[in-house]
């Protein structure tokens, strides 16, 4: 089989474009991609426990430790002891946090909308469930099980 007649090439590749742009369009408000999600991920003004944040974005909890460190330094986000939970820390967007955040979700929705402007809704229909198709049978234990 060759490597363009592989599904996880065209989603790699695809992914791989749109992750270019997103931090193409992050780049002009001194942000990246991630970021950008994170900021996305963390609601405005009742903040988010940092234990959700990882699975919503798909990330391993070393790989959040850091970015929520990268954004604590550039004044982004504020951690808090949760004040109905003291073993718990919640995530706030500063001021700032929730400007790029506005910048974020302007960004992904002028993609979005240009996605949608370009394919006709009937493909995108099909692409959404062929995508979850895919994701679902990715999450199988038993593919590689002898018989």
Request: overall charge positive.
């Amino acid at each position: 089989m060759k490597r363009e007649e592989t599904i996880d090439h065209h989603v790699r590749t695809a992914w791989h474009g749109i992750s270019r742009f997103y931090n193409q369009q992050a780049a002009k408000f001194g942000g990246t991609m991630s970021i950008g999600f994170a900021l996305l991920t963390i609601h405005g003004d009742d903040g988010t426990p940092a234990t959700k944040i990882a699975p919503q974005m798909g990330l391993e909890p070393r790989s959040l430790t850091r970015l929520l460190k990268s954004m604590e330094d550039k004044k982004l986000i504020l951690r808090k002891t949760d004040k109905k939970d003291k073993r718990s820390v919640r995530v706030f967007l500063t001021r700032e946090g929730k400007k790029l955040r506005e910048n974020a979700k302007d960004i992904v929705i002028r993609f979005n909308e240009l996605v949608r402007e370009e394919i006709p809704s009937r493909k995108l229909e099909v692409f959404f469930e062929v995508i979850q198709q895919i994701q679902s049978l990715s999450k199988r234990n038993d593919i590689y099980k002898k018989t």
